[in-house]
């Protein structure tokens, strides 16, 4: 069963960012977020995941709150490709990623 | 940038045959993982693999399913006698570390396997 909860839908304004909650509230103390996004049957792809601090890269923005009970991916500036299913993950036991039905974000034009 | 490579993109198998799935991991990954889509639903693991040796698999890998390193660089998943239930797509993924590292799993764009 999955760890985290999220919204089953958003939409987003192109050019706008777009704020991806999640919560994960039983997260351990050693246990890394991750987030990926399916866009139609395609492989998963691999956006980010961090730990405590808040995390950039050139995909992405992934802020994670003090208490790490929670996180948000944020996607600065919104495009039609962005249109997809975004999953945040924390592992299960082992190394097995749980994806669970994640949030389908749809960027409106 | 690196990725992983499936191949087919599709497969087309009678029920009852067998039906061997390839994909060639990330090159300097060690870990190797097959996943499974029916359409529709959610992402299921499969399988981990590590070292020559499954390291993790879920109850879907029953006695049908076989994962095998044939060489230095490919990675398989064998389906001994196919059902129609295994109609699927079916991502391989890699990555560096397992499981005490942070390391993410990259995947691969699958391969759509439907059984008649």
């Known amino acids: 069963d999955a760890k985290t909860t999220q919204p089953p839908s958003m939409d987003c304004a192109e050019g706008r960012a777009a704020n991806l909650p999640c919560n994960h509230s039983t997260i351990s103390g050693n246990e890394y977020v991750y987030w990926y996004r399916q866009i139609h049957s395609q492989g998963p792809q691999y956006i980010i995941h961090?730990?405590?601090n808040n995390e950039t890269n050139e995909m992405a923005s992934l802020i994670i709150t003090e208490d790490r009970k929670s996180s948000t991916l944020i996607l600065p500036h919104a495009t039609l490709r962005d249109t997809a299913v975004y999953y945040c993950i924390v592992k299960n036991t082992g190394n097995q990623f749980y994806f669970g039905t994640g949030t389908s974000l749809t960027v409106i034009p | 940038e690196p990725e992983v490579t499936q191949t087919p993109s599709h497969q087309v198998t009678q029920m009852g045959q067998e039906v061997i799935l390839r994909c060639v991991p990330i090159?300097?990954?060690?870990?190797f993982y097959w996943y499974r889509q029916i359409l529709g639903q959610k992402v299921e693991f499969l399988v981990s693999?590590?070292?020559?040796?499954?390291?993790?698999k879920s109850e879907i890998f029953d006695d049908q399913f076989s994962v095998e390193r044939p060489d230095g660089s490919n990675f398989t998943l064998k389906i001994r006698s196919t059902k129609l239930e295994d109609s699927a797509m079916y991502f391989c993924?890699?990555?560096?570390?397992?499981?005490?590292?942070?390391?993410?799993?990259?995947f691969g764009d699958g391969t759509r396997l439907s059984i008649l």
């Open positions: 961090g730990l405590k």
């Open positions: 090159s300097n990954h060690l870990y």
């Open positions: 993924a890699s990555s560096e570390g397992g499981r005490r590292s942070n390391q993410p799993q990259h």
């Open positions: 693999f590590y070292n020559n040796e499954i390291s993790e």
